[in-house]
């Protein structure tokens, strides 16, 4: 192993084996339990189940089978296969949820029997095992440090880094178990994979074998959810990998959803985990009580996974014998969140699949109360407005009727808040008395708002927005306000004209309808709307420069909609922007010239459904030209684009409204550091206002005043500009040379300590992330030429110097660093000249002797050390021994020098003499007569030197074992533990033959085995 990877099983791995002795019935080792070693669990490492276990409980949880029966469960589990690895995953976890069903012959007789793979009712009765270290060979031989089997099954793979390996983060563990490694290596164990966990104790998080990074999340201790913790993997095994937990996640908490193209694989987080339980148990509550249909009302903030939150209790809920297969009612105020939502619950795979009959569309009024007469296990969308009244029933010719008396049927209301629901409850009351009712809302109920509790009972379930920015449920937003020439500030802001004149006399309504008429004619002004829409271009530009991703405009009304997509689209510089406003494609003509003239620039950006779903899908691909998506009312909520980072409003609304249009930007996206809400209409002028409605505790944080960001923009660049001496921070009017040996001074200050040097990447793109938010604020323009001068810092040193951590995230970054000036990052490190040539034989000479005329002490031996690092990995990329050993010696000579123990000259002195061996390494060969793949096994065989007569007998063993192996391997040769035995064997028989001491040949086999493998593997 190597040092990091000592660390690695010491620091974590170990430690977690610790933790899975206390929840589970068995740990093991995996090297105890292969093939061939006396708890043997596997007959090959091909296979990647647990047969004899498994077999144990199929026949423990479904006894009375014949023998044949189990066998055959045990063939079917072993080889479900499907095309992509993700619908075969997917086809799995049906059959865990599901059972096996299996034909046998019995007395002549074809006979079924459904065989239960877990006892998901009772935790206990199944067997838990975690195994580390666990080796596989399939495409390739891969080494997983934790699997949890449950019942014999490979459940959860966990991946861990050494948190003291200043080299390997999370990321890593995450990018291994990708797609690219480990899925493609030995796909085979990813069949049966539930989740992932990856962490390097400091950090855990889990996900799905398809989710991206952003979407691994936390599970957190609630009792201390903002507490920092030492070890949070360990906080993750009690809380989340606990028998109870884990199983309860699998069968209730794991969809699939289809977006038409990708199979996407989906894992609750932990406040929807924690709700639906709550909702599921509260709705057990009420559903045995006289008189009670009101559930609550879970408020989970816009952006959080609410949609999802009820997919997750829904599909709870119907496994409930005692509800005897509900029928589910979902309800919203409207249409097109109705279809939103629909869409949503029909592309997603149930963990226990829908038939598309189960999801229906109330289409009308009648429709709905004939919907509702059919028997139950249906789940049907409508809205609110299919509970009016008839206009029978409003001229009193008839009662509004009972449609059903069931006590079955859960009444599901999105965004239960709104007046809508207030008006038709009595109608909902009527038409089911016994239906039990469930609000949900992404918005807080208002302070004065007693209506909503009275329809549907009081939160049961909140997760605020402070609670998701802080978990990475969802992204911090910013707001600024830009005025521009007739900047308007509503007083009655998202207020509906019938309420704001309830009560008035004719006068003043008439004086407030001529007010609202006044406030149109200015918000669809076309000089207004070409300075605000100029604005929006050259913020828009400007931020797309270090900040990847799409916008929004919401307008006042359709007429400013359509001007806005007008003239945006007749500038040149401008982005490709699209409008999307309601209304046919073919109208009655207007009654005035007037209206005539606004519905002709209207209509012609009236689409069609099929048209504007193709708008969507282009807007939602990072990749298509269409950045501006331009709106009136509609998508304004609802609508889930990540990619969002801007949304420009000029557009009256506060309260509920408001927070549901700023959340378009607040959803999670690759390294997304923040939403910004660019204000034309005077919002963010007072948010207070805007927010009036709720309880100040309810909307912190919705948005933070862009002001607010710049001082810790400001804060961030002092602390960097506090790493440096004072020159660094003063580089005008400085020629080449002068500001390359400025560099050198300022990487010579923070080069010399790896806590430093981290602690210096992490700020700068801490205030590369705060820029990227604020840009293109003036404010930016004071900390960019020192941002663009450490950002230079920062890749100079990912790319001369070691110990650095890279973040792979940022090869999908959403942000970019600002255009280099002067000189160029690349042309800097060129100039060190420590880009190794194998070619150029004596390194001191070609090298060391240029590094060695350097002034910058630290710099020097961080660039030695690269140096002879590339050198060692280059020259010695076959040869496992001679790598290790200088390896180790320069990891040592430079750890002395960082601790102090060594002075600068003593290091060089140290590293020039590994440098000198280095070059000696081709006389070496030269002398021995050996080439690199004889050599590397001689430098193995060395290893045993005193076991062997002379250095004649090494180099003898060298050229036998090189002839042996070339002999005898095949194709695939390292997959097939068949092959491997017998050259293993083969290997011993040439070592006994030298006279190699027996009890030797044992110690130095696994070594001469992996030298081969790099050799011919």
Not at 361 to 378: F, N, T
Not at 645 to 652: A, F, G, N, V
Not at 766 to 788: N, Q
Request: proline share 4%; net charge negative; charged share 30%.
């Amino acid at each position: 192993m190597t040092p990091s990877e000592l660390n690695e099983e010491k620091l974590v791995e170990i430690p977690a084996e610790h933790t899975f002795s206390e929840l589970y019935d068995d740990v093991k080792y995996d090297p105890d339990i292969r093939p061939g070693r006396e708890l043997q669990e596997r007959d090959s490492l091909h296979e990647v189940l647990l047969k004899r276990r498994l077999r144990q409980k199929l026949v423990e949880l479904n006894p009375g089978n014949p023998d044949i029966v189990y066998d055959i469960a045990v063939q079917k589990i072993e080889l479900i296969s499907e095309p992509t690895l993700i619908e075969t995953n997917r086809a799995f976890h049906q059959m865990l949820l599901s059972g096996i069903k299996v034909a046998y012959q019995e007395d002549n007789q074809t006979k079924y029997s459904v065989m239960k793979l877990i006892d998901f009712d009772n935790p206990e009765k199944n067997d838990f095992i975690a195994v580390r270290q666990f080796l596989l060979v399939q495409h390739e031989e891969r080494r997983l440090d934790h699997v949890i089997f449950v019942n014999g099954i490979p459940l959860i793979i966990l991946e861990y880094k050494s948190m003291a390996d200043k080299n390997a983060t999370i990321v890593d563990a995450f990018h291994q178990l990708g797609k690219t490694k480990y899925q493609r290596d030995i796909p085979i164990i990813f069949r049966y994979n539930a989740f992932l966990v990856i962490s390097d104790r400091l950090n855990a998080k889990y996900g799905t074998i398809n989710a991206p990074f952003e979407r691994f999340s936390d599970w957190n201790d609630l009792t201390q959810p903002d507490k920092k913790v030492a070890n949070r993997l360990e906080i993750l095994q009690k809380l989340l990998l606990n028998k109870t937990t884990i199983l309860d996640v699998i069968k209730n908490f794991i969809e699939y959803e289809s977006d038409g193209k990708n199979l996407i694989k989906k894992i609750c987080q932990q406040h929807q985990y924690h709700a639906v339980n709550t909702i599921v148990k509260k709705t057990s509550d009420v559903y045995s009580q006289q008189g009670e249909n009101r559930i609550g009302v879970v408020w989970h903030t816009t952006g959080s996974g609410k949609s999802l939150t009820m997919i997750y209790y829904v599909n709870s809920l119907s496994q409930i014998e005692k509800f005897e297969n509900p029928t589910f009612i979902i309800i919203t105020d409207r249409r097109d969140l109705d279809e939103q939502l629909n869409h949503f619950f029909r592309i997603a795979g149930f963990p226990y699949p829908k038939p598309e009959t189960a999801i229906l569309e109330a289409d009308s009024i009648l429709d709905l109360r004939e919907k509702l007469q059919v028997p139950s296990g249906k789940i049907i969308f409508t809205t609110i407005q299919k509970f009016q009244t008839t206009e029978e029933e409003r001229e009193g010719k008839v009662k509004y009727p009972k449609i059903s008396d069931r006590r079955n049927i859960i009444i599901i209301a999105d965004e239960a808040h709104r007046s809508q629901y207030k008006k038709m409850a009595q109608n909902l009351q009527t038409a089911l008395p016994n239906a039990l009712r469930i609000g949900f809302t992404g918005t807080p109920i208002e302070l004065e708002d007693r209506s909503t509790t009275q329809v549907f009972g009081d939160i049961i379930s909140s997760y605020k927005i402070p609670e998701a920015v802080r978990d990475g449920a969802t992204v911090q937003i910013s707001c600024e306000t830009h005025p521009v020439t007739l900047l308007l500030l509503n007083k009655f802001i998202g207020k509906d004209f019938e309420e704001i004149t309830q009560g008035l006399d004719e006068e003043n309504v008439t004086t407030l309808a001529r007010r609202g008429a006044e406030f149109t004619k200015l918000v669809e002004d076309p000089d207004r709307i070409k300075t605000i829409a100029n604005d929006i271009v050259s913020h828009f530009n400007k931020k797309q420069k270090i900040f990847k991703g799409k916008a929004m405009i919401a307008t006042s009304t359709k007429l400013a909609a359509a001007r806005f997509a007008d003239y945006i689209s007749s500038l040149k510089v401008a982005p490709e922007c699209t409008c999307i406003v309601s209304g046919a494609t073919s109208q009655k003509p207007e009654s005035t010239p007037e209206k005539r003239t606004r519905e002709a620039i209207i209509q012609k950006h009236y689409k069609d459904k099929l048209t504007i779903e193709n708008i969507l899908t282009r807007f939602k691909d990072e990749n298509d030209p269409l950045s501006l998506l331009i709106v009136c009312d509609m998508y304004l909520t609802g609508f889930d684009a990540p990619l969002i980072h801007t949304m420009y409003i000029d557009k009256p609304l506060r309260d509920h409204n408001l927070i549901q249009a700023i959340s378009r930007v607040n959803r999670v996206w690759k390294n997304k550091p923040g939403g910004a809400i660019i204000d034309y209409i005077g919002i963010a002028d007072d948010l207070d206002r805007a927010f009036s409605a709720y309880a100040q505790d309810d909307v912190k944080g919705a948005m933070i005043p862009t002001a607010e960001i710049i001082e810790i923009m400001k804060k961030k660049h002092s602390d960097l500009i506090n790493f440096f001496d004072p020159k660094i921070s003063n580089r005008q009017g400085l020629d080449e040379s002068q500001e390359l040996q400025l560099i050198y001074d300022a990487i010579d200050e923070i080069v010399y300590d790896d806590i430093v040097k981290r602690e210096f990447i992490k700020i700068v793109t801490e205030l590369t992330k705060a820029y990227a938010v604020c840009t293109p604020h003036p404010s930016c323009l004071d900390v960019e030429d020192d941002l663009r001068f450490f950002q230079k810092l920062r890749k100079i040193l990912l790319k001369a110097t070691s110990n650095v951590p890279v973040d792979l995230t940022e090869m999908e970054s959403a942000i970019s660093d600002l255009v280099e000036q002067g000189i160029g990052a690349d042309q800097v490190v060129k100039g060190f000249k420590i880009s190794f040539d194998p070619k150029k034989q004596d390194i001191s000479k070609e090298y060391l002797n240029d590094i060695k005329k350097l002034k910058q002490k630290n710099l020097k031996a961080e660039l030695a050390y690269k140096l002879l690092d590339d050198a060692i990995q280059a020259k010695f990329k076959r040869n496992l021994v001679k790598r290790k050993s200088f390896q180790d010696r320069i990891e040592e000579a430079l750890s002395k020098y960082h601790a102090r123990f060594w002075d600068n000259d003593d290091t060089i002195q140290k590293l020039e003499e590994v440098g000198k061996e280095i070059t000696n390494e081709s006389s070496r060969e030269q002398e021995l007569g050996l080439n690199d793949e004889e050599i590397a096994f001689y430098d193995v065989v060395s290893l045993g030197k005193d076991y062997v007569k002379s250095d004649a007998v090494i180099k003898q063993i060298s050229l036998d074992l090189t002839k042996y192996l070339k002999g005898n391997i095949r194709i695939d040769w390292i997959n097939q533990e068949n092959i491997k035995a017998e050259i293993r064997m083969g290997v011993r028989k040439i070592l006994l033959r030298a006279d190699f001491p027996t009890d030797k040949i044992e110690e130095i086999v696994p070594k001469i085995m992996d030298q081969a493998e790099t050799n011919y593997g």
